[in-house]
């Protein structure tokens, strides 16, 4: 068994005094957020507002999700996402593992994705290409140019190659194919690595921001991050639109607040489910 000393007691109660203190200054912003966005004119007023709505008030919410540009711009995103990640996975896994066996030309592809990691193109000839593609204004433009991260691509590999072998070659005996291989013995085994990724690609996918003003010139097309930066800096609610819209209007500063919370929400949500994997992975 081993014993603390009393040095190893102090250390540790100095991590937990710091782990605390971070996690306050993390869990604050959000717990304002909270408050105002849930917030009455009055105490917004007279900031009355703290850690906890002193009257709850809806009307923010009413706002937002009765505006057909907001309801719009959230289901581009979750679909979107669910899209990219789906995608990105597929395309991510299948080329790592393909990288994992010896081929004709297989150090001149996999020296030529580690050269990605080093240099990458820039933003002109990117915009040159998407837009040669023909994909400005189309989704497309934000799934096929990262549909492939080089970073995720060479962990997955190594994660391939550190399976034990026995098992694939006791499947190759059975007369299993390289298909078979990386869908019954690869992907199965693993699951934590994909389900961690899976994670990274989902929020790089949630908050695509400045590839969407780029390449997305039709409003309607906005996804959630570039709305959101509409009504919170650009141009903020307008008084006389809240007050025809409800009849206790709340200010401009609780609608931001509440849509800031709306979009941030769902990958709050989604990562306590993933937390198992992403440890493991």
Not at 244 to 255: C, F
Request: positive net charge.
């Amino acid at each position: 068994m081993h014993f603390k000393t009393r040095s190893d007691k102090w250390f540790d109660r100095i991590n937990y005094l710091l782990l605390a203190v971070v996690s306050l200054c993390m869990i604050f912003p959000l717990l304002y957020i909270f408050s105002v966005s849930f917030s009455t004119t009055a105490d917004f007023v007279q900031k009355k507002i703290v850690l906890w709505p002193s009257h709850w008030d809806f009307g923010a919410y009413q706002y937002i999700f009765g505006t057909q540009t907001f309801s719009r711009a959230l289901l581009v995103s979750a679909c979107l996402t669910v899209v990219i990640t789906i995608f990105n996975l597929f395309m991510t896994s299948t080329m790592a593992f393909a990288l994992t066996h010896r081929f004709v030309g297989y150090k001149l592809i996999l020296g030529m994705v580690i050269l990605t990691l080093l240099f990458s193109p820039g933003l002109i000839p990117s915009y040159l290409m998407v837009r040669n593609l023909h994909l400005i204004n189309s989704y497309w433009s934000l799934i096929l140019p990262g549909a492939i991260s080089t970073f995720n691509l060479i962990v997955i590999r190594q994660f391939f190659q550190g399976l034990p072998k026995e098992i694939f070659e006791a499947a190759r005996i059975d007369g299993a194919h390289d298909l078979r291989l990386f869908t019954k013995i690869a992907l199965p085994l693993s699951k934590p690595a994909l389900a961690a990724f899976a994670l990274f690609y989902a929020v790089d996918a949630w908050n695509a921001y400045f590839n969407v003003i780029l390449y997305i010139n039709d409003t309607t097309k906005w996804t959630i991050q570039v709305v959101l930066r509409q009504m919170v800096i650009v141009s903020p609610p307008d008084n006389n639109l809240l007050t025809s819209l409800l009849r206790d209007p709340p200010p401009p500063q609780t609608v931001q607040m509440a849509a800031v919370l709306v979009a941030t929400l769902p990958i709050l949500v989604i990562y306590p489910f993933l937390q198992k994997h992403f440890a493991k992975g």
